[in-house]
């Protein structure tokens, strides 16, 4: 991006800046404009600052002053736009000039020598030449750049639409405003990349969190991905992201225009970004000729992994050359020329102290190891789920025993086995409790299931859990009535139960620290259009054990009025579409108890709708009428409440497990035992996604 001399006369100018202003104020912002941008270029990409903190605020509050005195000085490209006001609204929904796929995982040497034996079938050749990289461990974002100016930045998404986070995106100091891409004939170009935290900067912030009385964040990864996604833009700012742009998506020339030689290979493109001033990962990138050469780098560069500033957990193998790229070609979820190689997973020991006893939203009581905290790839964990009694005397965990601890994908931690032959007779077998731990019932478990259960409706914890339920997103869609604002007025005695949202003392509410009047108005808005919602999101909330939303709008679909269910049994139940006994027990007993029905009477005199308008049921004279629908799988095409709501549009209904009754599985990628339970009965459709479309456009 600078010669040797361009730096030079950049960070002199720099010095000079900071002290003098003889120029006119055209010719001093275009100035301090270069040198900021240049200073930006050395911390964020090069990591190598060149200006102290302090002389970086000097040169920036100049600029910020000079346009304020002169708005028509200010550029499209200025790093002052990188500071803007909160947004209003949450990010609307963009498409991605090219759908971002996810890869195809490896694990071992003998996973990647059957991909290079595929990717040489595919190619039509054994001279390939392999490009690696890390696998950052962050966010995905796509970025684009038109006339040389970034223009919008994108979350992944479901793959083919993604959420508009350009403002946030101009808070990442390491990626360029503007590129001097029309230099090379390019008039748009989108760019793939990873949103990163440096793993000190990561440190730090969540030690200022923890002095400020904050709960730190879980780990670099979910903290940049849920920074991408703040509506304060100045929030985003101080966090400290990062990026890296590891692949070239899509460009257009202008007419005329012959490609830039560089972007005939993967390598030569991200080697040609890095030179622009863009984050790529080219110097951590090697090119190998064969894949023996690949398995030896990998292996060698596992070793390495916690050297590196940001966080990895794998390296990702390429093949070179583009042209070979768009011969081999890509499925529905992942290319062909590319695939993740998984480093093994993270493990540590610890010493189990004692365990917990956590009560669900439907009673289940679930044990929950607490151990000395322990780093596991960037992550400190202190409490692991135990899942129930039997997985305890399976594995023979005492409290006391140093325990082996895992991160499974990198991501849930559990417990591997204890270290029995560590053991000095200390160790004490763990109680199972037999009654509540929030309410001291009788605890009770059914001969068929491994979890005891709290049956008591009126258990404070539960309570809590059934109304964050029901005002959740997938159900009423309550906006603002998070999981801290339903415990703080439960606690305050403003919100005893679920149809006490609808009764909420709002007097009481603005006296509360944080609820000013717009927020307040906000929440009673909310909560007043959740009365509108249609009877399946209702039932749905409700909380009925084994009920999910594909069930819920089973049930919706087969009454007038939710009441209607007071009359309805076992056996009647059972003839829906895809309810068996056991759900249809659930759902029987739920409105055969009082406390239900009171609390179904109480919803129904606050307002809510518990009638079926009919929107939500198939359309009996669709394309679709009479055929049944499953998903299974990741699908990368759309997401699958859109998918199922395309099946529902047609008539189509949609089953919650493979059986006879199924007619059509539609498979996305790492499909499980559904799959492989369809194929054996063999009377199921298979559909790829793209089959799929075909059938609902047919």
Known sequence: MYSAQDERRLFDKAKYLIDNNENDDRTTAEQLRAVIVYADWKYYVQNEPTLADKEYDTLFAKLKQIEARHPELITPDSPTHRVAMGLSERFPAVSHLVPMLSLDNTYNSDDLTDWDRRCRELAGTDNITYCIEPKYDGASVSIIYENDLLTRGATRGDGVMGEDVTVNVKQIRSIPLSAKLKEFGIRQMEIRGEIVIHKKVFEEYNKQRIADGLAPLANPRNAASGTLRILDPAEVRKRGLNAILY?????????????????????????????????????????CNSIAEVIEYCAEFEGRRDDLPFEVDGLVIKVNDFALQDRMGMTSHHPRWAVAYKFKARQATSKLRRVEFQVGRVGTITPVAKIDPV????????????????????????????????????????????????????EEPIVYPTTCPACASQLEKLPEEAAWRCINISCPVQVVERIIHFASKDAMDIRSMGNANVQKFHDLGLLPDIPGIYHINWDKVRTLEGFGDKSVTNLQQAIENSKKQPLYRVIFGLGIRHVGETTAKTLASAVGHLTDFYEWDVEKLTTLQDIGPKVATSVADFFARTENRRMIDMLA????????????????????????????GTLSRFKRSDAEAMVEEKGGAILGGVSSKLNYLVVGADAGSKLEKAKKLGTINILTEDEFMTLIQG
């Open 247 to 287: 692949h070239i998506s899509d460009y257009t020339l202008e007419q005329g225009a012959e490609r830039p030689e560089a972007l005939a290979t993967h390598f030569g493109s991200l080697t040609w970004l890095y030179d622009l001033g863009f984050p790529s990962p080219a110097k951590e990138m090697k090119v």
């Open 375 to 426: 780093h596991i790839g960037g992550v400190t964990v202190s409490s692991i789920s135990l899942f129930n009694e039997d997985v305890i005397r399976e594995k023979d965990v005492r409290i006391g025993d140093t325990v082996l601890v895992e991160r499974a994908g990198d991501v849930i931690p559990y417990i591997v086995k204890p270290l029995s032959e560590l053991r000095d007779g200390t």
């Open 605 to 632: 005199e606050a307002g809510v709708n518990l009638a079926n308008d009919h929107k939500n049921q198939a359309t009996t004279d669709g394309a679709l009428s009479g055929k049944t629908f499953l998903f299974t």
